[in-house]
């Protein structure tokens, strides 16, 4: 049986694993199932309908699975779907979707720092961190392996690409591409994440056609951006690597456009 102390209440609905540890203090509801090796330190409260996958860890007063803060929810069963061995720091909040088509959706090892927010809808890839005060509103789109540094604000509807690094206090109102940098606020784009694509093997060869990428993109002015596309992609060296291509899709398919 899970570890449950004597203060916490769990709702008869929920299910957890046999090893899962609830600390003092903590409130599980309705309809929440914790898988193996969850642990809730104390004081945690986690609503439902919610689903975690194992090796979650919950920090003092993180509230996970909390209802939508839109106002156009009307009490339905909404859900959040999160998977393997996420950290839920100290007042982290996640709220679920808002209504029951749709889900919020956090996918493994991420961390997510103090008084980090995701709103309703939210969709977080893998190994992401948000960093303390970060926040992410209804909507939004972040990818795998992105940093988004302390206080920085996305707003609703905004897409992150794969590896890259919102800088602190930054505000994004658009869709930042992969692998870039961005801050300030206005926001604008930096530079490429090269620290990060190291850190995580990138070759040489791949960190050098994402720096012709950005100065194609980003440094260069005048025309569009399908004819800065063409240019790129048509590039003899550096127009066929699967990066720049996944650039190119991810910016062409933008519906808020993009921070340059």
Not at 56 to 64: K, L, R, V, W
Request: with cysteine; aromatic share 10%.
């Amino acid at each position: 049986m899970a570890d449950i102390h004597p203060t916490a209440i769990v709702d008869p609905t929920a299910e957890l694993a046999d090893d899962v540890k609830v600390g003092p203090y903590c409130i599980i509801g309705p309809h929440v199932e914790l898988g193996a090796g969850c642990v809730l330190h104390s004081h945690v409260v986690i609503d439902g309908p919610s689903r975690f996958g194992k090796g979650n860890e919950f920090y003092p007063f993180a509230a996970i699975g909390t209802k939508t803060q839109d106002l156009k929810y009307k009490g339905e069963p909404t859900f959040l779907e999160v998977g393997d061995y996420n950290v839920f720091r100290e007042n982290c909040n996640i709220n679920r979707s808002t209504t029951p088509e749709t889900k919020t959706i956090i996918g493994s090892y991420n961390n997510f720092l103090i008084n980090s927010h995701c709103g309703h809808e939210v969709h977080v890839g893998d190994h992401c961190i948000l960093s303390g005060y970060a926040a992410a509103a209804g909507h939004c789109e972040i990818g795998n392996w992105v940093i988004i540094s302390g206080c920085a604000a996305l707003h609703q509807f905004v897409r992150v690409g794969d590896h890259a690094l919102i800088g602190g206090y930054a505000k994004i109102t658009q869709d930042v591409a992969p692998y870039m940098i961005a801050e300030g606020n206005p926001s604008a784009i930096r530079a490429i994440n090269s620290v990060g694509l190291t850190r995580r093997g990138f070759s040489e060869e791949d960190i050098r056609a994402l720096r012709f990428a950005y100065k194609k993109l980003f440094l260069h002015k005048g025309g569009n951006l399908q004819e800065k596309l063409d240019i790129l992609l048509s590039d003899e060296k550096y127009g066929s690597n699967p990066h720049n291509k996944y650039i190119a899709d991810f910016l062409l398919s933008s519906e808020r456009g993009f921070v340059h």
